[in-house]
């Protein structure tokens, strides 16, 4: 039996935010061992090129230095030894995403690609990782969380863990500190919540509430076959979001105020945002981590790897991740419609949604999506937001054609039992066929438009074949993200076409709408407002000083560019209705809502 490569970690220096990394294996290539880090993360489609945090790296076997030379970027190889062979590597750790690998002297974390080297052509081998604890008086409290086994380590402790292969080793996020751990069972499926952060939440509450949710997504498409354990690791600073997926566990960024209050009955904003993230990361147990892209099976993380598909994976899970908090009784049906008109309201604001296609946004994420600049706003749409419209539309469009004899539950069921056990993949046409297997329709057209055009979605047309109608109007400013109905009064009339950032009192036009008010004045991204009309200019007034103006009305904007002061001639437009609410419709036909309870219910 081939012994496991073993691996240890150990922060060496936290306070300059260094782990040691040792890697032996036991039988090296005879030709010269090659050692490799990924350059990106699953999950999350950019090269990140995670050996340039690489500080210092050597190899030895029986004690004497190995020759290393690096090949590439990212690989390295060691001169051919016939004895054990440990490569050694100190490894800077600054990232405090969940993309990354972040020390300090308050915790640490690490995701797998960050700190783990391949052992090239050996990725198939067993793995054993030592998950050291920093030297006194660092850590002295210390626990660990992560959803590797066990192999000797204690239960949320320092110690021996294993991983089947490499590619598993690198699935396991790992988070090292003073922790506030929750444990429940879901479906009879233990799981666990481990918070890093000062917090003082109602963790009885959120234990009941993930037990709920995780029950429902269980119950939807099944337990796949290998989930007998499942760990949420949350960070909760003061503000921040993110997410991301992995096979047993997920690594979550909320805000801590966020997470639910002792005595708290109900579910605020905040506290809807972070099931919503919850729940998205746990839809992908099932779509993406087990069932993925033909392209995906097996990942080459040495380079990008296009697939049109991304929509589907990230669109539908960011349907169905809303739509769980309605089916599982944690919010109610108009909070649900709340948010759907919150990413209606996204998508109409963005105008690159009229010059990229999902199925473009899904191949060039590695260059557009995850690459955002100030003009990306004009250029490209969000495979997220405008994905969950087409899967809602899509479901709608079964439903109403059918006479619910058919729905997108039915084809995601349909998707599971063909891919979420294949080695094979999903194939670029593989959900487009499985949607019309299913429901019989002829779906080309739709898709040529809604997937792979640019046209505006018939989402108002569905949403009326179940009982519910779509309102618009203008935003009332830039913190307004639609969802709900507003004063009328409260509404401009103008609008600037831009959106605002700034710090230390400054008001900054970050990004510039194609063919508003701003873009024809000839404001640039990065144009540090003065005053329009003669009078400063504010983050704090310019809310007032828009309801004020009428459309024609002509206006001096003073900015800074750089250095220079400009005088720029506004002529205000029309503010654009791209703010969208739901309500329920109050006559409609038994048969409508019928279909509308189906759909809402599953």
Same mark, same amino acid.
């Given at each position: ?12 220096q936290p306070a ?14 005879a030709?010269?061992q ?14 990140r090129?995670?050996?340039?945090n690489?500080?210092?790296i ?6 004497l230095d ?9 690989t ?7 004895r ?6 100190? @490894?800077?750790?600054? %990232?405090d ?23 090239? =052509?050996?990725?198939?081998a %067993? ?7 920093? =030297? ?6 210390? /626990? ?6 066990? =192999? ?17 080793l ?29 917090? *003082? ?16 997504? +269980?119950?939807f ?13 949350l ?7 993110g ?28 506290? /809807?945002?972070l ?8 839809f ?5 981590k ?7 099976s ?12 991304l ?10 991740d ?23 309201t996204r ?7 009229l ?16 690459k ?5 706003? *004009? ?18 469009? @079964?439903?109403?054609?059918?006479d619910?004899a ?21 194939s ?16 080309e ?5 809604a997937?792979r055009g ?5 989402l108002?047309?569905?949403?009326r ?7 618009? /109007?203008?935003a ?5 993200a ?7 009064d ?9 959106t ?21 004045a000839?404001v ?16 704090? *007034? @310019?809310g007032?000083?828009?309801r004020?103006?009428?459309v024609n ?7 800074? /560019?750089?250095?220079?002061l +400009? ?7 029309a ?28």
């Amino acid at each position: 039996m081939t012994e496991p490569h073993h691996y240890s970690i150990k922060p060496i220096q936290p306070a300059a935010h260094l782990f040691e990394v040792r890697l032996t294996v036991a039988a090296p290539d005879a030709s010269g061992q090659r050692f490799r880090m990924p350059a990106w993360i699953p999950g999350s489609y950019m090269i990140r090129d995670y050996a340039r945090n690489v500080v210092s790296i050597r190899a030895e076997s029986d004690g004497l230095d190995v020759p290393l030379e690096k090949l590439d970027k990212s690989t390295w190889r060691a001169e051919p030894v016939d004895r054990p062979l440990t490569l050694v590597a100190e @490894i800077y750790a600054y %990232d405090d995403s969940v993309r990354g690998a972040h020390l300090d002297t308050t915790h640490a974390y690490f995701n797998g690609p960050c700190v783990f080297f391949a052992v090239v =052509d050996q990725e198939d081998a %067993d793995c054993t990782v030592d998950i050291e604890a920093p =030297d006194k008086p660092v850590g002295q409290d210390w /626990r660990v969380a992560t959803s590797m086994r066990r =192999d000797g380590a204690e239960a949320y402790g320092f110690g021996r863990y294993r991983a089947a292969d490499y590619a598993e080793l690198i699935d396991h996020p790992v988070e090292i500190g003073e922790l506030t751990i929750g444990e429940f069972e879901a479906s009879g499926i233990p799981h666990a919540i481990a918070i890093r952060g000062r917090v *003082n939440c109602d963790m009885a509450r959120l234990c009941h509430d993930l037990e709920t949710l995780c029950e429902q997504h +269980l119950g939807f498409l099944g337990p796949p076959e290998d989930l007998d354990r499942y760990l949420f690791l949350l960070n909760a600073p003061g503000r921040g979001y993110g997410g991301l997926e992995h096979r047993w566990s997920s690594s979550l960024v909320c805000a801590r105020d966020a997470l639910p209050r002792k005595g708290q009955q109900d579910v605020d904003d905040g506290y /809807r945002v972070l099931l919503g993230l919850v729940s998205h990361e746990y839809f992908h147990l099932w779509n993406v981590k087990r069932m993925k892209p033909a392209v995906f099976s097996p990942y080459d993380l040495s380079s990008e790897t296009h697939t049109q598909l991304l929509w589907v994976f990230e669109g539908i899970t960011s349907y169905y991740d809303d739509l769980a908090l309605l089916r599982s009784g944690l919010i109610t049906e108009a909070s649900y419609l709340e948010l759907v008109g919150k990413v209606v309201t996204r998508v109409l604001r963005s105008p690159g949604r009229l010059q990229q296609s999902v199925a473009a946004s899904s191949f060039d994420a590695w260059t557009k999506f995850y690459k955002k600049d100030a003009n990306s706003i *004009n250029a490209i749409i969000s495979y997220y937001a405008k994905g969950a419209l087409i899967a809602l539309t899509l479901d709608l469009k @079964i439903r109403a054609e059918t006479d619910n004899a058919a729905s997108l539950d039915d084809v995601m069921h349909e998707c599971w039992r063909r891919y979420g056990t294949s080695s094979e993949g999903m194939s670029e046409d593989g959900f487009e066929s499985a949607c019309k297997e299913v429901s019989g329709l002829d779906l080309e057209d739709f898709f040529d438009a809604a997937v792979r055009g640019t046209g505006e979605l018939p989402l108002e047309a569905m949403l009326r074949t179940h009982g519910v109608e779509t309102n618009l /109007r203008a935003a009332v400013d830039g913190r307004d993200a639609g969802g709900k109905k507003r004063k009328a009064d409260d509404i401009p009339k103008v609008w600037l076409g831009v959106t605002l950032g700034g710090a230390d009192g400054k008001l900054v036009f970050d990004q510039v709408l194609s063919g508003g008010t701003a873009e024809k004045a000839g404001v640039a991204p990065g144009d540090v407002a003065v005053a329009l009309d003669g009078l400063a200019l504010t983050s704090a *007034n @310019i809310g007032k000083r828009l309801r004020a103006c009428r459309v024609n009305d002509r206006m001096d904007l003073v900015v800074f /560019r750089g250095d220079e002061l +400009l005088t720029l001639k506004l002529r205000f437009q029309a503010a654009p209705e791209d703010t969208c609410w739901l309500t329920i419709s109050d006559d409609v036909s038994m048969d409508v809502e019928t279909r509308r309870a189906a759909w809402l219910a599953g």
